[in-house]
T-cell receptor, first 113, second 114 residues
Framework: KQEVTQIPAALSVPEGENLVLNCSFT??????LQWFRQDPGKGLTSLLL?????REQTSGRLNASLDKSSGRSTLYIAASQPGDSATYLC????????????FGQGTTLQVKP | SAVISQKPSRDICQRGTSLTIQCQVD?????MFWYRQQPGQSLTLIAT?????????ESGFVIDKFPISRPNLTFSTLTVSNMSPEDSSIYLC???????????FGPGTRLTVL
């Protein structure tokens, strides 16, 4: 059974700092991995999607990497801003391309001005 | 991308009653899903909503408790039946679009059962 773990559970950093969020999964047979952002009282916003054949994806200040063999992904946020404060979730889709996502518990990030 | 709306956005219900949540998408999607997010927890998949046929439920979720309809490509409902306080959660629908694996989520319905 696939399990997804995110470390740390919470993180507080000063504005401008670069940071890394970690995600690990137990079954390396995945179809893709997605990183989402969740703001309080709101739904999820997709940040980056990495296909199983890819190593990384970049969008603006965000860079996500995938090491499928070791069951790990990282989300790198450069030059953090207070507006980056949110909960970040990673989710994997099984290799069967069912669209079903298995989520980690999330990392709650606070960026202090 | 897709714009997804859910109704209601929140509700407070009495034990033993039922609530139907609607999910409407502005584009034709390939797959629709319903997730539950219990307080302080991450998201758990309830079921895949299939157009014109019975939904496919995940382990631990049953049709009698969470009946789902999807009459067309852009609309689905989830009913939470015979509610108890343990059903207090955020319920979210999500969709995937043709030619992309990215999933889009609705804003969620925050349900409180007293």
């Amino acid at each position: 059974k696939q399990e997804v773990t995110q470390i740390p559970a919470a993180l507080s950093v000063p504005e401008g700092e670069n940071l890394v969020l970690n995600c690990s999964f137990t079954d390396s047979a995945i179809y893709n991995l997605q990183w989402f952002r969740q703001d309080p009282g709101k739904g999820l916003t997709s940040l980056l999607l990495i296909q199983s054949s890819q190593r990384e994806q970049t969008s603006g200040r965000l860079n996500a990497s995938l090491d499928k063999s070791s069951g790990r992904s990282t989300l790198y946020i450069a030059a953090s801003q207070p507006g980056d404060s949110a909960t970040y979730l990673c989710a994997v889709e099984a290799s069967s391309n069912t669209g079903k996502l298995i989520f980690g518990q999330g990392t709650t990030l606070q960026v202090k001005p | 991308s897709a714009v997804i709306s859910q109704k209601p956005s929140r509700d407070i219900c009495q034990r033993g009653t039922s609530l139907t949540i609607q999910c409407q998408v502005d584009s034709q999607v390939t797959m629709m899903f319903w997730y539950r997010q219990q307080p302080g927890q991450s998201l758990t998949l309830i079921a895949t909503a299939n157009q014109g046929s019975e939904a496919t439920y995940e382990s631990g979720f049953v049709i009698d408790k969470f009946p789902i309809s999807r009459p067309n490509l852009t609309f689905s409902t989830l009913t939470v039946s015979n509610m108890s306080p343990e059903d207090s959660s955020i319920y979210l629908c999500s969709v995937s679009l043709r030619f992309t694996d990215t999933q889009y989520f609705g804003p969620g319905t925050r349900l409180t059962v007293l």
